[in-house]
């Protein structure tokens, strides 16, 4: 091999040694750097599986920080507390209920005694518009009853009006006798005069 006589020259021989010692510390070296580069990647695979939870996590929590700040917002839009007091509310409530049970009830024969049993409940000005505009119902309901009434929050930004949604349960009669049960819903708006609190608009099914 090479031309070296092995079996007489003690330096064929050396330079054999040398020759496969350098042949095993190549091997040597590249397989060190075979193994310490897959070594890198399966650490650098760990990491990222252990970065990724974290990133997830960050990512939920921020949805959860948005939903619950949304909901948040949507609450307070029905909450009137920020401008009215607890009792400012209950009172312009209770007010708002007894205009109702005051105002639906309804006779064609007597057509303007409605508008007389809720003036008290309701401001100078209302009572000349309603007055003014008059009230015309159906055939089918020309008697109308109030069975239940509930109330419930609305949008309501003013710092001046109480705004309250009340729905009224109740039964119509036809002049021909028939009755059918109902439902009406009155968006009332109500101002406090003197300690009092008065009707000041009222929406009747309309969207509010």
């Known amino acids: 091999m090479f031309?070296?006589?092995?079996?007489?020259?003690?330096?064929?021989?050396?330079?054999?040694?040398?020759?496969?010692?350098?042949?095993?510390?190549?091997?040597?070296?590249?397989?060190?750097?075979?193994?310490?580069s897959i070594g890198s990647e399966e650490a650098d695979t760990v990491n990222q599986s252990e970065e990724t939870p974290e990133e997830t996590e960050a990512f939920v929590s921020s949805d959860e920080v948005e939903s619950e700040a949304s909901l948040e917002d949507e609450t307070n839009k029905y909450n009137q507390t920020e401008h009215f007091t607890e009792e400012q509310l209950a009172e312009s409530k209770e007010a708002a209920v007894e205009f109702v049970h005051a105002y639906h009830p309804y006779n064609a024969e007597e057509p303007t005694e409605y508008l007389e049993t809720a003036k008290p409940h309701i401001t100078d000005s209302l009572y000349g518009s309603l007055?003014?505009?008059?009230?015309?119902?159906?055939?089918?309901?020309?008697?109308?009853?109030?069975?239940?009434?509930?109330?419930?929050?609305?949008?309501?930004?003013?710092?001046?009006?109480?705004?309250?949604?009340?729905?009224?349960?109740?039964?119509?009669?036809?002049?021909?006798?028939?009755?059918?049960?109902?439902?009406?819903?009155?968006?009332?708006?109500?101002?406090?005069?003197?300690?009092?609190?008065?009707?000041?608009?009222?929406?009747?099914?309309?969207?509010?």
Do not use: C, H
């Not at 040694?17 to 590249?30: A, M």
């Not at 009434?149 to 109480?162: D, F, K, L, M």
């Open 3 to 36: 031309g070296w006589d092995f079996e007489n020259s003690k330096s064929d021989r050396i330079k054999l040694f040398l020759f496969i010692l350098v042949i095993f510390l190549v091997i040597g070296f590249s397989t060190t750097y075979v193994l310490r």
């Open 131 to 208: 007055k003014e505009d008059g009230r015309r119902e159906v055939l089918e309901r020309s008697i109308l009853t109030v069975n239940d009434t509930q109330v419930t929050e609305v949008v309501n930004p003013s710092s001046i009006v109480v705004r309250w949604n009340v729905m009224v349960t109740g039964e119509a009669q036809s002049i021909d006798g028939s009755k059918t049960d109902t439902e009406d819903w009155y968006l009332v708006g109500l101002r406090e005069r003197e300690g009092e609190w008065l009707v000041e608009d009222v929406r009747i099914n309309v969207p509010n």
